[in-house]
């Protein structure tokens, strides 16, 4: 079992960039699939990026070129480091993890990004 947080949201205007964390506790982090996803207001929550314990990765065809996901399992720590966000990368921004065994699946809290001018 593992408990998500995310930290590293924010107000910021277009064209800034923004790093979100996502810390795990309660188990290992690399027998998870880790995962972003984010739901705006009105829209279902969507996959924006998955990163396998090896290190392979995926990214929605929206911010392919604008950001990163990476991971840091000595740390416990996966990242997703967004940058030239538009105005459209607002969303509550969430943090999941998936046992690659089991499929178990786990949500942290969301962490709030909002680019606005």
Do not use: H
Request: net charge positive.
């Amino acid at each position: 079992q593992v408990q998500l947080v995310e930290s590293g949201g924010g107000l910021v205007q277009p064209g800034e960039s923004l790093r979100l964390s996502c810390t795990a506790s309660g188990s290992r982090l690399s027998i998870y699939v880790m995962g972003w996803y984010r739901q705006a207001p009105g829209k279902q929550r969507e996959l924006v990026a998955s990163i396998t314990s090896g290190g392979s990765t995926n990214y929605a065809v929206s911010v392919k070129g604008r950001f990163t996901i990476s991971r840091d399992n000595a740390k416990k720590t996966m990242y997703l480091q967004m940058n030239s966000l538009k105005p459209e990368d607002t969303a509550v921004y969430y943090c999941s993890a998936k046992q690659t065994t089991s499929g178990t699946g786990y949500w942290g809290q969301g962490t709030q990004v909002t680019v606005s001018s």
